[in-house]
């Protein structure tokens, strides 16, 4: 007879992971597509492989994009057939500048296009532009997260390759949505050398040693929880103003005993795993206390009925024929995953669009 198969395996395989889809940019330093796994990937990737708002910026100067900066856009400006005339912003002395266009492209993320939108109120668009549905700024969505760190019973040595590399996906549908919300449980794989150093209260030789363990060992396991739609979670204008002079966005959100079920469960969910692991040192987040994980999508929804949403399949707003919205926001659900891939497919959509028929 063989050996009895280790029961850890056989409970494992009920927890399959899968592997996580992530978008590494071809840096311009002639090191290979992708990522190196120099174990330097939090907080910035050393080699520019990592994507950042700059590499966009770039990438758009070099193709002939005029970029101003510390141009702060306050108003948007429509026509009287409700087509947009202008944009105007102010820079860093508050000197105020028109700029024209024959299309114009809102791409300020979720809270910040809102707010513009509805800076940009007036006598003919009292509820600001492109809210002819009231939507605007409503439904406010991220994904809140919980997690338990602990130390497995062998080294690990997390932080080469990808900072997320699988997850577990059995949560994320089934009989269980009409009690509690939908997660995915994923694992990190990011350096633990910084976060075990500051947990740590020893000195001297000790201190280098325990390092070192924890490093090896120390695993984190979290949460990503769905969030559903309500129009109370919400960005509003702020009676608090900048130093320019322009209202702050002030942010209305609460979740309700249908979020807190769902991490409930995935805490449940947490401890099995722990236990697949040996896991010792358990350190859950604390109850009711959630991390974020900005991706903010929901304040400026996509759909086909202007009555109920801001934009269309195209990323045009329903109400100006020449206003398009690039953004996170336009997403009216979030669903269990991160927002970004899509908003990119949604983005390279929205300029195929403006191209062909602009």
Known sequence: M?????????????LRSHHQPAGAHQPPLRWPAGL?????CQPICPIDAQYTGGIAAATAAKAGAKLIPNAVVYRIEPDPQGRIAAVHYYDPNKNSTRVTGKAFILAANGIESPKLLLLSASDKYPNGLANSSDTVGRNLLDHPSSSLTFDADEDLWLGRGEQSPSSIQKFRDGSFRSEHAAFRLDFTNISQVRTAAEDLRVYGSQLAQQIRY???RQQNVKDVLEILPHPENRVTLSSQKDDLGIPKPEVHYSMDDYVHKGMEVAREEYGKIAKLLGGTNLRYTPKGEYGNNQHICGTMAMGNDPKDSVVDR??????HPNLFIASTGVMPTVATVNSTLTVVALAMRTAQYIHETV
Do not use: E, I, W
Not at 36 to 40: I, M, R
Not at 314 to 319: A, E, Q, S
């Open 214 to 216: 924890h490093a090896a």
């Open 2 to 14: 063989g050996d009895a198969p280790d029961p850890r395996t056989a409970r494992a395989r009920r």
């Open 314 to 319: 195209f990323g045009r707003t329903h109400d």
């Open 36 to 40: 190196c796994g120099n174990n330097n």
